[in-house]
């Protein structure tokens, strides 16, 4: 069974103070790991996928590195708005797991003026 | 370009009544997710379909739930005798093709009383 793993589950910064956060995986064939953001009352909103081990993207002030074990998302000096729950989640190949996206439970970041 | 569409945004019902929930895709996607965010638990994939087809209904509760995406008109999560444990955040996602990134709709908040 695919699993996702994220952590911290909360993590509170000041602004400017970079951090990362960590999802770690296993998964019968990864096809991609997907980062979303996620506003109170809203839907994920799409940041990056990875497909293959060694992969970095880079979106403002975020950059998701991926292994074949884990993820992670580095923030780099961050601002209010960069409060929010980031998820994880992983798609397995054509005939491992399920066809949807296996999620994690997310980090709550919050980032204080 | 519109983003992906659910209605209701809020939907109360009483126990044993029944739950429509309706989603229209980005313009362009023809393939839909359904997944299910219960409260403190991350989101769970419930259902894969495209026009007339469901793919993959691997989440999807064995008993009262059900999922269409007919050729014309939104794709519809139906929940049959609904009962308290059914309350949850109902979100649907697009993509233009299986296998790709999803995008998430604002999702429906069904409460049952």
């Known amino acids: 069974e695919d699993q996702v793993t994220q952590s911290p589950e909360a993590l509170r910064l000041q602004e400017g103070e970079s951090s990362s956060l960590n999802c770690s995986y296993t998964?019968?064939?990864?096809?991609?790991l997907f980062w979303y953001r996620q506003d109170p009352g809203k839907g994920p909103e799409f940041l990056f996928t990875l497909y293959s081990a060694g992969e970095e993207k880079e979106k403002e002030r975020l950059k998701a590195t991926l292994t074949k074990k884990e993820s992670f998302l580095h923030i780099t000096a961050p601002k209010p708005e960069d409060s929010a729950t980031y998820l994880c989640?992983?798609?397995?190949?054509?005939?491992?797991?399920?066809?949807?996206?296996?999620f994690g439970k997310g980090t709550h970041l919050i980032i204080q003026p | 370009n519109a983003g992906v569409m659910q209605n209701p945004r809020h939907l109360v019902r009483r126990r044993g009544q029944e739950a429509r929930l309706r989603c229209s895709p980005m313009k362009g996607h023809s393939h839909v997710y359904w997944y299910r965010q219960l409260p403190e638990e991350g989101l769970k994939f419930m259902v894969y379909?495209?026009?007339?087809?469901?793919?993959?209904e691997s989440g999807m509760p064995k008993e009262r739930f059900s999922a269409e995406f007919p050729k014309e008109g939104p794709s519809i999560l139906r929940i049959q005798q609904v009962v308290r444990g059914d309350s949850a955040a109902y979100f649907c996602?697009?993509?233009?093709?299986?296998?790709?990134?999803?995008?998430f709709g604002p999702g429906t908040r069904l409460t049952v009383t």
């Open positions: 989640a992983v798609q397995a190949a054509p005939g491992g797991g399920a066809d949807g996206l296996t």
């Open positions: 998964v019968s064939g990864l096809r991609g």
């Open positions: 996602a697009s993509s233009p093709r299986g296998m790709y990134e999803q995008y």
């Open positions: 379909l495209q026009k007339e087809n469901i793919i993959d």
